[in-house]
């Protein structure tokens, strides 16, 4: 009996594990690309004081008159690079650990539901406020998968997700400038996500079937922060 062997292993990334992470880069890559935006129209500026921080962060008054786009918009830009920076880690590790846990494509719609319910959070508790950043989004990831490891009983997954909202939550608790309404709106809006994502017996649920549930709690939470 002959045997061939197989090709031999690469030590580059197989194209299905590359684009496993396809979304979770071009997340990073809105981010970062947005930040590059704000600095090149405002060099000497704060880039929280620039022109486009100022028409693009999240302000209750002006979605009120008609700047719904605010509500998108905040989401993807900084106070500064530290604040980009600190962003994005928790977004690489966050996004990569429920993407392994859930897929891309369900890692992605807990974003966008981090995303409008922190929006929708800031709009109801702290309307007043210019708030820009990711962060939101990103307590989302953490409570999709602090749902998702709670009901698939993937006890790693859940003790992660749970020690970094903790840490996150009381680094920040005393920190002035923190929208805990934002982080916080993220966190549960999240947590729906996650739990629209796991059907019976614990299984994830199809990822259409996941799409269509939360493609209504996504627009329910933007008519809400329309109206809110």
């Given at each position: 009996m002959s045997y061939t062997p197989g090709p031999a292993p690469s030590s580059r990334p197989s194209r299905s594990?590359?684009?496993t992470f396809t979304a979770l880069g071009v997340l990073v890559a809105l981010n970062v690309g947005a930040f590059a935006i704000q600095l090149a129209s405002s060099p000497f500026d704060d880039t929280l004081d620039g022109s486009l921080a100022e028409h693009g962060g999240l302000n209750g008054w002006e979605v009120d008159h008609g700047d719904w786009y605010r509500i998108f918009t905040s989401a993807f830009l900084h106070a500064n690079a530290a604040h980009l920076f600190g962003n994005l880690v928790a977004l690489v590790i966050l996004g990569g650990v429920l993407t392994l846990a859930a897929g891309?494509?369900?890692?992605?719609?807990v974003y966008a539901t981090g995303l409008l319910g922190s929006a929708f959070s800031v709009l109801a508790f702290?309307?007043?406020t210019l708030t820009v950043g990711a962060s939101g989004a990103i307590f989302g990831l953490?409570?999709?998968a602090l749902v998702v490891g709670w009901r698939q009983r993937r006890v790693l997954l859940l003790i992660f997700a749970a020690g970094w909202t903790v840490y996150a939550l009381?680094?920040?608790l005393f920190v002035p400038g923190i929208s805990q309404a934002g982080h916080l709106g993220g966190l549960v809006a999240g947590g729906i996500a996650g739990w629209l994502l796991v059907g019976e017996r614990a299984q994830l649920r199809s990822e259409s079937a996941a799409a269509g549930l939360v493609a209504a709690l996504l627009v329910?939470?933007?008519v809400g922060a329309l109206v809110v």
């Amino acid at each position: 009996m002959s045997y061939t062997p197989g090709p031999a292993p690469s030590s580059r990334p197989s194209r299905s594990t590359a684009s496993t992470f396809t979304a979770l880069g071009v997340l990073v890559a809105l981010n970062v690309g947005a930040f590059a935006i704000q600095l090149a129209s405002s060099p000497f500026d704060d880039t929280l004081d620039g022109s486009l921080a100022e028409h693009g962060g999240l302000n209750g008054w002006e979605v009120d008159h008609g700047d719904w786009y605010r509500i998108f918009t905040s989401a993807f830009l900084h106070a500064n690079a530290a604040h980009l920076f600190g962003n994005l880690v928790a977004l690489v590790i966050l996004g990569g650990v429920l993407t392994l846990a859930a897929g891309p494509l369900r890692m992605v719609l807990v974003y966008a539901t981090g995303l409008l319910g922190s929006a929708f959070s800031v709009l109801a508790f702290a309307p007043e406020t210019l708030t820009v950043g990711a962060s939101g989004a990103i307590f989302g990831l953490a409570g999709g998968a602090l749902v998702v490891g709670w009901r698939q009983r993937r006890v790693l997954l859940l003790i992660f997700a749970a020690g970094w909202t903790v840490y996150a939550l009381s680094s920040t608790l005393f920190v002035p400038g923190i929208s805990q309404a934002g982080h916080l709106g993220g966190l549960v809006a999240g947590g729906i996500a996650g739990w629209l994502l796991v059907g019976e017996r614990a299984q994830l649920r199809s990822e259409s079937a996941a799409a269509g549930l939360v493609a209504a709690l996504l627009v329910a939470l933007f008519v809400g922060a329309l109206v809110v």
